[in-house]
Every structure is written in structure tokens, then in C-alpha cells.
């Protein structure tokens, strides 16, 4: 029987796929084996009712696929999950009894006991009480499969220890260490010398301190094209672009000029009618450009967008409606893309100290010798 370790966080979106593709990777290049999957699923790409309807399909939840294809795993290494998170499974689990719930955790167990001389790694929902519903949530998951838990936590300052205080009360002996992420890079250092410790006292083990980057919260142009039901007006083949700032047009152009060249990597939200911003902003670091409001963009900008290879979008909603969508998005979608992998992979073995961790699950000691 292998080692289940389970990577859980206090709210979504913490950053525990990335973390999962930093542990994964090194435990690979020691020649560990590893299995991974996420008990309940909360993203899939294909139609739910035909995974429902085909007893034969696993349920496999897409950060599931994109981690095993990221990292090479077989189909295998790949747990499927138990149940796809939405209303519609919620309802019918209210009308199930709780012998389901069982039931599911028994053929997990199954699944985890199979001969396996690895480590089976397995992401929770995206919060502590996510899945309660299903017997799911990470408290009764790391209970049930007797598995040790990673938390990933966002940092923003001593108020986010009381989270992490009301998960070490309900995951006691289970709660192995926590790493604490999107900390300003200007703080990284200040909260290793000095809150680091103290978090110790309290019995934490703080296995890392990672850097909030602009990267792993950036969103691709596709993305924004489907959050805000965008028409592309040009350069379509170039929607996996990365956005990482959002800019404005509402000022004059040479103050717009000014601004658009201290930022990087932008879409840029501005009227339709303001032909002189849209191409002061296609001069600059523009990811794409996005026209709100009544009329079509002048053949001119079109021509420019398209030399530049820019996308230009038009949408039917206002600027403010448009940039409250933009912003939901940023730090709020889900780590598919190969760059966000690469840099993953970079963030974790820069500033987390697996050797301990893995030393401290009591994994072999050619693997820490390897790290």
C-alpha cells in the first residue's frame, strides 16, 4: 500500500495544482511512483450526462487530466473521481441516503490499497467544508484514508492565521505542515524571519513561503472572450495570450501613452468610439483590446490590430460591467496552461523545502538523498 497525502486549502483558488506539480515532478525525478486525483471534481470539459451515461468512462476532473498530461502519467495513474460538484448532483445526493457516501469512500480505499509502492497524491475541494455534502470534504477524506494533509494558504497578514487555526482544530494529527502563498515578493523575506516562526510555536511546520505572481494569476484572451461573450473581430488563432494587468482607456492619449508603457501584458478595456486610445494602446504591451459600447472599430485600427497580432474584441456590455468581469477573473481560473506549469515547477523548488516534507512523511530515504 502506498502513502496517501492529501493537498488541501482553506478557500478556493490557493494555489494547490501548482503545488501538486512542484511535489509531483521531484517525486518523479527520484523515480518514486505516483498516482494522482481529486475525489470531487469540480471542473470537466466534457458533457456531464454523457459521463453518466457510459459506466465504463472514469470521471476524471479536468486538473486532473492536464497534471497527468503536464507531467506523463498513464491513464492508471489517474484516480477517477467520485463525484462531479454541481446542483444537480447536490440535489440528488440530498435524496440519497448517507450508505452512498459509504459506499464511495469504501471503493476509494479499495482504489488506494491496490498493490502500489508509491505515493498517492490527492487534491481536496477548494475549501475545508467543500463536499461535506458527498463525504467528501478534506476533514473526512484525510480521516477515512488515514492520509496526511498539505495546506496551501493565501497569505495576506496575521488575520490569516485564524483560518489556519480552525483547520489545525479540525484536522488535527492529520495536518502534516502548510505552505503559504501569494505573499507579496517584498514581504517573502520578513515573513520567513519573523512570522515563520511564530507560526512554528503554534505548531505549524511551514514547509515554504511562496511569491504571489502575476503569472499563475493571469488569464488567457480565450478566457475573457468566454467570460464576457466577446465577438473576435480579428486574430483569433491568438487567444491563448496571457493577460496580466487590465488598463482603461478613459483619459486623454498622451496621459493613456504614458500609462499603457508601465504596464505589461494588458487587455485593455476601452469605447468603441475612442480610435485614439485603441491605438495607442496596440503600440504598447497589449494582449488584447476589448471595444465596449455602440459602433465597430475603424478598418485602419483592424488593419494595425492584425499587423500587430492583437486581438481585438467587441462586447455588448459597458466598461464598468465589462472590467468587474475581467477582474473576477484574474487569480480565479485554473492553472491549464503549459507556461503556468513550467513556472510551477520553478516557483516550488525555488521556495519550498521538500526534503523535509518528504522526510517527514517517512518516504524512502533514496528519495531526500535524490532532492
Same mark, same amino acid.
Given at each position: 500500500m502506498g502513502k496517501t497525502l492529501m493537498i488541501g486549502s482553506c478557500e478556493p483558488f490557493s494555489g494547490k495544482s501548482a503545488f501538486v506539480l512542484g511535489v509531483a515532478r521531484k517525486l518523479i525525478s527520484a523515480k518514486e511512483q505516483i498516482r494522482f486525483g481529486k475525489p470531487l471534481a469540480t471542473s470537466l470539459e466534457f458533457d456531464l450526462n454523457a459521463a453518466r451515461s457510459s459506466s465504463n468512462k472514469p470521471l476524471i476532473d479536468d486538473d486532473v487530466r492536464f497534471i497527468g498530461q503536464t507531467l506523463d502519467l498513464q491513464e492508471d495513474q489517474l484516480i477517477p473521481s467520485l463525484h462531479y460538484l454541481d446542483? &444537480?448532483?447536490?440535489?440528488?445526493?440530498?435524496?440519497?441516503? !448517507?450508505? %452512498?457516501?459509504?459506499?464511495?469512500?469504501?471503493?476509494?480505499?479499495?482504489?488506494?490499497?491496490?498493490?502500489?509502492?508509491?505515493?498517492? =497524491?490527492?487534491?481536496?475541494?477548494?475549501? +475545508? $467544508?467543500? %463536499?461535506?455534502?458527498? %463525504?467528501? &470534504?478534506?476533514?473526512?477524506?484525510?480521516?477515512?484514508?488515514?492520509?496526511?494533509? =498539505?495546506?496551501? $494558504?493565501?497569505?495576506?497578514? &496575521? !488575520? &490569516?492565521?485564524?483560518?489556519? +487555526?480552525?483547520?489545525? @482544530?479540525?484536522? %488535527? @494529527?492529520?495536518?502534516?505542515g502548510i505552505v503559504l502563498n501569494a505573499v507579496k515578493p517584498n514581504e517573502v523575506e520578513a515573513l520567513e524571519s519573523s512570522v515563520v516562526p511564530s507560526l512554528e510555536e503554534l505548531g505549524f511546520v511551514v514547509y515554504g513561503v511562496m511569491p504571489r505572481s502575476p503569472l499563475l494569476r493571469s488569464v488567457t484572451v480565450g478566457e475573457l472572450v468566454r467570460r464576457l461573450e466577446a465577438r473576435v473581430i480579428c486574430c483569433s488563432e491568438r487567444l491563448e495570450l496571457m493577460v496580466e494587468t487590465l488598463s482603461i482607456g478613459a483619459m486623454n492619449v498622451n496621459s493613456a501613452m504614458q500609462f499603457f508603457r508601465k504596464r505589461r501584458n494588458m487587455a485593455v478595456v476601452t469605447g468603441a468610439d475612442r480610435t485614439d486610445i485603441q491605438l495607442a494602446a496596440l503600440e504598447a504591451s497589449t494582449q488584447c483590446l476589448i471595444l465596449t459600447g455602440a459602433g465597430e472599430p475603424l478598418p485602419q485600427l483592424i488593419n494595425r490590430a492584425e499587423e500587430l497580432d492583437v486581438p481585438l474584441l467587441k462586447v455588448d456590455h459597458d466598461t464598468l460591467s465589462t472590467v468587474e468581469v475581467i477582474e473576477q477573473a484574474f487569480g480565479h481560473v485554473r492553472l491549464h496552461e503549459p507556461v503556468k506549469a513550467s513556472y510551477s515547477f520553478r516557483l516550488v523548488e525555488e521556495h519550498c523545502d521538500l526534503d523535509r516534507l518528504f522526510s517527514n512523511l517517512g518516504l524512502p530515504s533514496r528519495i531526500t538523498k535524490h532532492c
Open positions: 446542483a &444537480s448532483t447536490a440535489d440528488q445526493r440530498l435524496k440519497d441516503s !448517507c450508505l %452512498g457516501a459509504r459506499k464511495d469512500l469504501e471503493n476509494l480505499k479499495k482504489t488506494l490499497n491496490a498493490p502500489f509502492d508509491g505515493v498517492n =497524491i490527492l487534491e481536496a475541494a477548494g475549501s +475545508l $467544508h467543500e %463536499g461535506l455534502l458527498y %463525504g467528501l &470534504s478534506l476533514g473526512q477524506l484525510a480521516k477515512s484514508l488515514e492520509a496526511k494533509v =498539505i495546506l496551501v $494558504h493565501l497569505w495576506q497578514d &496575521s !488575520c &490569516s492565521v485564524d483560518a489556519l +487555526l480552525a483547520a489545525k @482544530e479540525q484536522l %488535527g @494529527e492529520h495536518l502534516v
